[in-house]
């Protein structure tokens, strides 16, 4: 994740440890859907295919601090990130696209007995999967006559 501070901590969300000082950013991963019919590739001449797969989920950043709008600020640096060329080609080309699910809200809680400035976004994406599967060869069939027992064996 791209932040130019350097002072903003980056955790998992729902985590069972003590929270960092603010300001920090929690990401939590939905559920992966996947989207389609898996593309099979031709089997080569060692019996591997390609499988290429696309998923999609829904990623949540939480952002907190206790200066006034950073947190939302700070949410809005990512979201523009994501929508550059840099992002795709951080992700190494495997993202198909990112969509923005909700932008970024203002959701102020109350943490302890005092309100907390907490922005939230929450963005989708479509991801690609390939696998190499190693569906093997037929190597020869063998054909048998049964009422004359005789047997053929045809090579691949």
Do not use: C
Request: aromatic content about 10%.
């Amino acid at each position: 994740l791209v932040i130019n501070d350097a002072n903003v901590k980056v955790i998992y969300a729902n985590q069972n440890g003590p929270r960092p000082q603010k300001p920090f950013i929690t990401i939590s991963v939905g559920p992966v859907n996947t989207t389609g019919m898996p593309i099979k590739g031709d089997i080569d001449d060692s019996g591997l295919q390609r499988v290429t797969s696309y998923m999609s989920f829904i990623a949540e950043f939480n952002a907190y601090s206790d200066e006034l709008h950073y947190s939302e600020f700070l949410l809005s640096y990512i979201q523009k990130y994501f929508r550059t060329d840099i992002a795709f080609l951080h992700f190494a080309g495997d993202i198909s696209y990112m969509r923005t699910v909700s932008g970024v809200m203002t959701i102020p809680q109350v943490q302890g007995v005092v309100w907390e400035n907490r922005a939230l976004l929450e963005a989708e994406f479509s991801v690609t999967q390939t696998v190499i599967d190693n569906v093997g060869l037929i190597e020869s069939v063998v054909i048998t006559n049964n009422e004359t027992g005789k047997s053929q064996t045809i090579n691949n």
